[in-house]
């Protein structure tokens, strides 16, 4: 059993910095994969990053290329979620999700693919 807690959000102009984190409880979280998601206001949620169990396989959706960058501390039990170069349309609630993955690091995409969620962390870019 995995719990995630996502803390970093808040209120930031465009163009400014976040760096959410994503502190997970128990003993196998390193054999997990974790994916970030966001949903915005009315939308569905969509995938933002993942990354594996090793930390040696990332992916990221094509809008936050460049800008976003995701990582993991096995030592702390957390993934992060660097955002640079932040736009209105980045504003969202924001959740971090894990799968059982270990010796693998082809990360996933699509939300049904991930087990443990976390609650979201509210992420709002001002224009």
């Known amino acids: 059993q995995v719990q995630l807690v996502e803390s970093g959000g808040g209120l930031v102009q465009a163009g400014g910095s976040l760096r959410l984190s994503c502190a997970a409880s128990g003993r196998t979280f390193g054999s997990h994969a974790v994916g970030w998601f966001r949903q915005a206001p009315g939308k569905e949620r969509k995938f933002v990053a993942a990354i594996s169990w090793s930390g040696g396989g990332t992916y990221y959706e094509d809008s936050v290329k460049g800008r976003f960058t995701i990582s993991r501390d096995h030592a702390k039990n957390t993934v992060y979620l660097q955002m640079n170069s932040l736009k209105p349309e980045d504003t969202a609630v924001y959740y971090c999700?894990?799968?059982?993955?270990?010796?693998?690091?082809?990360?996933?995409?699509?939300?049904?693919?991930?087990?443990?969620w976390g609650q979201g962390t509210q992420v709002t870019v001002s224009s």
């Open positions: 999700a894990a799968a059982y993955r270990p010796y693998s690091d082809y990360v996933r995409a699509g939300d049904y693919e991930y087990d443990y």
